[in-house]
């Protein structure tokens, strides 16, 4: 079965800096869609950033080019950098992947904290 694996999340002062990652395994085809997607407490989950296997990436508006989202197709993991955090951006973050031949797969969730 696909199965995705978040790692990265961590405790981080306003304005400093981490980098998550998402690896896939299990899956012998093309992942089309893969995305980060991040949920705050009594908050519903909101998407963060996508990226196609083609390379096509959306951010949301909050990401204001704080945020960059990757994959190594290759290696079948997806990145977020995030530069510039703030307080509000404190929340589960979420791996997603979707596939043709699967359909859709979460990851387990990875904490990130901005505070002083």
């Known amino acids: 079965q696909v199965q995705l694996v978040e790692s990265g999340g961590g405790l981080v002062q306003p304005g400093g800096s981490l980098r998550l990652s998402c690896a896939a395994s299990?899956?012998?085809?093309?992942?089309?869609?893969m995305g980060w997607y991040r949920q705050a407490p009594g908050k519903q989950r909101e998407l963060v950033a996508v990226?196609?296997?083609?390379?096509?990436?959306n951010y949301a508006e909050f990401v204001e080019g704080r945020f960059t989202i990757s994959r190594n197709n290759a290696k079948n993991t997806m990145y977020l950098q995030m530069n510039s955090l703030k307080p509000e951006d404190t929340a589960v973050y979420y791996c997603?992947?979707?596939?043709?031949?699967?359909?859709?797969?979460w990851g387990q969730g990875t904490q990130v904290t901005v505070s002083s």
């Open positions: 997603n992947a979707q596939a043709v031949a699967w359909g859709i797969r």
């Open positions: 299990g899956s012998s085809t093309s992942i089309n869609v």
């Open positions: 990226i196609t296997n083609r390379g096509n990436i």
